[in-house]
């Protein structure tokens, strides 16, 4: 599994933006995949997760409501969009992979990670 992040930018607070995490290899029904991000001085968070089959997702309370994460597995891809964008949504942005095909929010239980793309929300 090699994941790889893009889509970030630099936005106004409101505004969107929509991340892409593409897997090089066949990305597989069994793994569960997720989003968390890292702000500058702080341990990396949990943002949202989604199942396997795509059919489950969870996210965390700060960004429920505004952003929306979703697969093609035909397409070996995962996205967050990412709606009504506040400061502090600035951060880098990281996808992983776990080999489980259930969601988590724990970041402990990924396997794979990417490398991470720069969100910044301007105010």
């Known amino acids: 599994v090699q994941l790889q992040a893009s889509g970030g930018g630099l936005v106004q607070a409101g505004g969107s933006l929509k991340l892409s995490c593409t897997n090089s290899?066949?990305?597989?029904?069994?793994?569960?995949m997720g989003w968390f991000r890292q702000a500058p001085g702080k341990e990396r968070e949990f943002v949202a997760t989604i199942s396997g089959s795509g059919g489950t997702t969870y996210y965390a309370d700060s960004v429920k409501g505004r952003f929306a994460i979703s697969r093609d597995n035909a397409k070996n891809t995962m996205y967050v969009q990412m709606n009504s964008l506040k400061p502090e949504d600035t951060a880098v942005y990281f996808c992983?992979?776990?080999?489980?095909?259930?969601?988590?929010?724990?970041?402990?239980?990924?396997?794979?990670w990417g490398q991470g793309t720069q969100v910044t929300v301007s105010s």
């Open positions: 992983a992979a776990r080999l489980g095909r259930a969601e988590s929010s724990s970041r402990d239980e990924y396997d794979y």
């Open positions: 290899r066949r990305t597989s029904r069994n793994n569960g």
